[in-house]
Nanobody, 126 residues
Framework: QTRLVESGGGLVQAGGSLRLSCTPAGWELEYYIIGWFRQAPGKEREGLSCTTTRGEISAIADSVKGRFTSDRSNAKNTVDLVLHNLLPEDTGIYYC???????????????????WGQGTQVTVSS
């Protein structure tokens, strides 16, 4: 089993910041491309960012560009998503998944990712 585990969510006021972590459950992620997604109630899973095995941010969604960034550490075996200037519309469950190709990474298509965890809830109050 190659499941991922998301953590770090919480309740924050608009304008605040959070740091979410994506950690593999008992395996090494340095050979895998990792993407972050979120899903708001009643909406489809939305791709946010994708980070290559070398830590390059290959894709970032327009909705979060300039506010969110990815921070990968193969030494720590994590891929973090750093959220700044949070807005109420950023509320949702945040997930990470892995994908096998850079093309799929850049497309931020949830259907091409796998090994999702349970997600971590982010709630932004106005």
């Amino acid at each position: 089993q190659t499941r991922l585990v998301e953590s770090g969510g919480g309740l924050v006021q608009a304008g605040g910041s959070l740091r979410l972590s994506c950690t593999p459950a008992g395996w090494e992620l340095e050979y895998y491309i990792i993407g972050w997604f979120r899903q708001a109630p009643g909406k489809e899973r939305e791709g946010l960012s994708c980070t290559t095995t070398r830590g390059e941010i290959s894709a970032i969604a327009d909705s979060v560009k300039g506010r969110f960034t990815s921070d990968r550490s193969n030494a720590k075996n994590t891929v973090d998503l750093v959220l700044h200037n949070l807005l109420p519309e950023d509320t949702g469950i945040y997930y990470c998944g892995k994908v096998s190709s850079r093309r799929a990474c850049e497309g931020l298509d949830a259907a091409e990712y796998s090994d999702w965890g349970q997600g971590t809830q982010v709630t932004v109050s106005s």
